[in-house]
């Protein structure tokens, strides 16, 4: 992955950081995600997938809050 694509996304979680109930745990999803994708688009993939397939409702949520931020930025 590009690292303006990476910088992209770890922006969008520091946007987001506040809002999170666990923001540590999101960010190590992020980092593993970051590290397994190629390009912004299998990010999104790979982690739309983890996503869903979380059990706690709350870290869906926090997964959610973040998706749309890089979204966001992403369409900008």
């Given at each position: 992955?590009?690292?303006a694509e990476a910088k992209l996304v770890r922006d969008s979680f520091s946007s987001?950081?506040?809002?999170l109930v666990?923001?540590?745990d999101l960010?190590?999803?992020i980092e593993r995600v970051l590290s397994?994708?190629?390009?912004?688009e299998t990010f999104l993939e790979k982690f739309k997938q983890a996503i869903s397939a979380e059990a706690d409702s709350t870290h869906?949520?926090?997964g959610q809050i973040f998706l749309n931020?890089?979204?966001g930025h992403l369409t900008s």
């Open positions: 992955m590009r690292e987001v950081m506040a809002y666990y923001p540590q960010r190590e999803l397994e994708s190629q390009s912004i869906k949520t926090d931020e890089l979204r």
